[in-house]
């Protein structure tokens, strides 16, 4: 089974609870996924928040170094600055990219032309597992116009 870098923003409750549904399905599937939301900087509340960042940043680069793929979730124009660093950052590693999307959100042609996959978020809510290759070449187009 494949190694996945989950690429998610988590700053709110909405967008925690989507990541946490796709993580569970991912996991139930077998894939031994690495989710940044679950990693915790030791005695992070003592250090100052540049080393906090650094602690954050290093870990995580080596995750997605590590990864034989990125699962990304796609907010679209919405999305974070991370998650949109991440999958410039595994687009330039040669990673291949599968994105989760939403009804009705536009997407970023860049985004769009660097996955090898599209999944809706509605796969996910009514599937308690998923075969990735399954989804390789395919694409849902909510475009910009």
Not at 43 to 56: D, V
């Amino acid at each position: 089974m494949a190694d996945i870098y989950l690429a998610s923003p988590f700053f709110t409750n909405y967008e925690r609870k989507i990541m946490e549904t796709v993580l569970k399905v991912l996991r139930n599937s077998g894939y031994t996924v690495y989710a940044p939301y679950e990693f915790k900087v030791e005695n992070a509340w003592e250090i100052p928040n540049h080393e906090w960042g650094k602690k954050i940043y290093s870990k995580d680069m080596h995750e997605l170094k590590s990864a034989d793929c990125v699962v990304a979730i796609n907010y679209g124009y919405n999305s974070d600055a991370g998650t949109a660093f991440e999958i410039g950052v595994a687009t330039a590693l040669g990673l291949p990219i599968f994105t989760v999307h939403f009804e009705g959100i536009i997407d970023s042609l860049m985004i769009n032309n660097s996955t090898l996959g599209m999944i809706s978020f509605e796969y996910f809510k009514n599937h308690d597992t998923i075969e990735l290759n399954d989804f390789i070449h395919k694409k849902i187009y909510n475009e910009q116009k």
